[in-house]
């Protein structure tokens, strides 16, 4: 039961925590962007756009942090006994996050957001790429501590039982970390993209600032075509690598039972859980998923019953198989959704050609609700790996359910639990009432910064 | 020298430079209602923080990381012994944390004065949780022989432990006022000088008490270590060069009274990383809590090439922003 808690919290405050990392890593980029438009043709429409989206990325960058704490005491605190097995290889990647990664972005955002007046310009504009180098270095170290959960390699296994590092570059080249690495790059790109173009959509459909948000929907659109095209490929690679390492968790995305030679994709279907393994397909698509597992037309697939008997024979008497629900449906609502975000970039980008952009009003209309579509994306991409890897929290070598603290009971998880759920739910709240006040009122105080010249005002 | 040993250093002066600086800011942060008596005064307050505040936060996280891969058992053992008080801890960092960058985004009153007791709070309770941890470690937790924690909450509040939690706060109060003298001008700078000098004094007798607790709980010897006679010596400067008004150096004086406070726990503590009070026999040490000698290696080749380069651009931020900060004269705050 206190196994099951920590679960749960790990698994509501990492999700929480990722609402936030990918509008970081997103906006960090764009607003850069922004910025050297401004360096480079001096039209100030440029700068009152980079200091409205960069007070967006500012307020979300507050809450970002202060959840990522919780990471990273998190391990020690609820999940001490795979701490002290992983320590020795799992900790590297982290503080190395610390030193190239933090002291980067908190530094560099520090000089940004007070430097407007200070620094000349190009150093100032340095200061916004540094940040947003900052964010990939970040979300660098964190896949590769995550891939070798997945994927452990570069290590042994020492006379106290500990996995100690054996080699470094190892895990800088795990391929489950390098596709996944892109992965999550893309998805922040895709999910700033998202909301820039949704900001900005909300401000054409008005009629307000009509150039200034033209130009921010052309910028989201120019970045997002090319990286949702980039991220359907990369997503489908990621699935072949993690079929090769990780058979179960792919298995388990289709639902797939019984082992297949060309193995055919459903759209969806009724049934395929535990009790009912020969599910009613609806809209079987022959070959597709041959093709997203392994990446040629006829290969086979093994099914879970197959890799449940491999893993008992090689791991010892137990269930193996992941959540098939949650492998299933969290793989359609990224793939499907994408799908939808790749026609809708398509379209804006047909839109922005031919200059009707600003007056569609369906697609702006549609472009407010797709603000939503990468949190779901990006929540069901974390459940279909951290889900599928279960029941191991480092894939073969720990199991989650021996990797808790033993000293830390059942009732001081309900505590941390309901206080960690409340602090967010107010963190949560706040933070979303700042972006929206901001978002619809924000462009007047935009302005006057921009317009500043003489005695600077307060900044906090 | 061995590599664990090199890692016990980096570490203590991670959390050296930790205390240091987000020391100043939590000293900032507490004060900012008492020496900004009008809204604008308040800003100009938490403004003279505003570019590093968050800089110095990661030097928390980073002593985290660090122990957790060099010394994968200390953080273990300690950060799931410390359970409930780490959630305090988070709580009032998230509390902080936000109220920076949120405060003055919105024009009502009762929002802002929300964040500020935010600010406050949090600034006196994370440099006292932090403070209960570090004295824990020295005086010791019941640990067994798995190094595993055996208390419970309650365990946690040793008598040494709050004295040390409160000797930093003292301590923070004091940096955070020596910096507002050095950051200000006019009425502000006067405050601060004021306070400086009472807390100062204050600070001195906590400190004292402190040390000499600290020489009961260490054992052995009545005879006080060259860190502790110069961290005491220390706050007994940065008192006097605050009342005579020496900004620069009562700033210089409370930071090597804090960084002297931190030393002298981790040089105490050496080879043990955490003490168990139920068998010294289960003291975690440098030694048996390390990770292996490849990952140690690996690491300090990273801390070698890259912590330099990061204290240039840090050096380089704090020069930036030098100046003096003054309410600007036309602001309605």
Known sequence: MA??????????????????????????????????????T?????????????????????????????????????????????????????????????????????????????????????????????????????LVANSWMQHPVGYKINSQGQAVLTNVWAILVNPTFIWGYAHVVLAGLITGCLVMLGVSAWYLRKGEHVESFHRTAKVALTVLIPAIVIQLSVGNQLGVIENKYQPMKIAAAEAQWTNCKPCSFSVFQIGGGANDKTPTEIIPIPHLLSVLATGTWNGPVTGLDTLN??????????????????????????????????????????????????????????????????????????LLTESGRQPWIVQGLQKTVNANSPSVSQTEIWISLTVFVLSYIVLGWADLTLMLRYSRRGMAQADAEAAETAAPALTY | MALHTIWFILITILWVGFFVLEGFDFGVGALHMLIGRTETERRVVINTIGPWWDGNEVWLIVAGASMFAAFPNWYATMFSALYLALVVLLVALFGRGVSFEWRGKRDSSRWRSGWSWALTIGSILIPLLVGVALGDLLHGLPINSQHEFTGNFFSLLTGYGLMTGVTLVVLCLLHGATFLALRT?????????????????????????????????????????????????????????????????????????????????FIALYPNVMVSSTNHAYNLTVNNSAAGHYGLVVMTVVAVLFFPIVLLYLGWSFAVFRRRISAPPTSSG
């Open chain 2, 185 to 265: 001008t006019g009425e502000l700078r006067d405050r601060a000088h004021a306070t400086a000098s009472r807390l100062g004094i204050v600070a001195i007798v906590v400190n004292i008490a402190w040390v000499i607790w600290t020489l009961v709980v260490i054992g052995g010897g009545t005879v006080p270590e060259p860190t502790q006679i110069f961290g005491v010596i220390a706050v007994i400067f940065a008192q006097r060069l605050a009342t005579t008004q020496n900004d620069a150096w009562a700033f210089v004086a409370s930071g090597f009274g804090i960084a002297a406070a931190i030393g002298q726990i």
């Open chain 1, 3 to 40: 196994n099951d808690l920590a679960r749960w919290q790990f698994a509501t405050t990492t999700i929480y925590h990722f609402f936030f990392v990918p509008v970081t890593i997103g906006l960090a980029f764009l607003v850069a962007i922004l910025q050297t438009a401004w360096y480079r």
């Open chain 1, 42 to 142: 001096d039209n100030p429409d440029y700068k009152r756009m980079t200091r409205f989206f960069g007070t967006l990325l500012l307020i979300n960058v507050a809450i970002g942090v202060v959840t990522g704490l919780v990471q990273e005491f998190q391990f020690g605190m609820n999940w001490s006994t795979y701490s002290r097995f992983v320590g020795g290889v799992f900790g590297a990647p982290l503080a190395m996050e610390g030193i190239l990664a933090f002291f980067l972005e908190s530094t560099f955002i520090g000089l940004w957001i007070f430097g407007w007046d200070r620094l000349p310009k190009r150093v100032h504009l340095a200061c916004i790429w540094a940040v947003s180098a900052g964010t990939l270095l970040s979300a660098m170290f964190i």
């Open chain 1, 309 to 382: 008997s491999q893993y008992q024979a090689k791991y010892g008497p137990g269930n193996y198989v992941p959540d098939v629900f949650i492998q299933y449906w969290s793989m359609r609502v990224m793939a499907y959704l994408a799908s939808l975000i790749l026609l809708l970039a398509i379209w804006g980008g047909w839109l922005l050609h031919r200059d009707k952009l600003r007056n569609s009003r369906l697609f702006l209309t549609i472009c407010l609700w797709a603000v939503a579509t990468p949190f779901l994306m990006n929540t069901a991409g974390w």
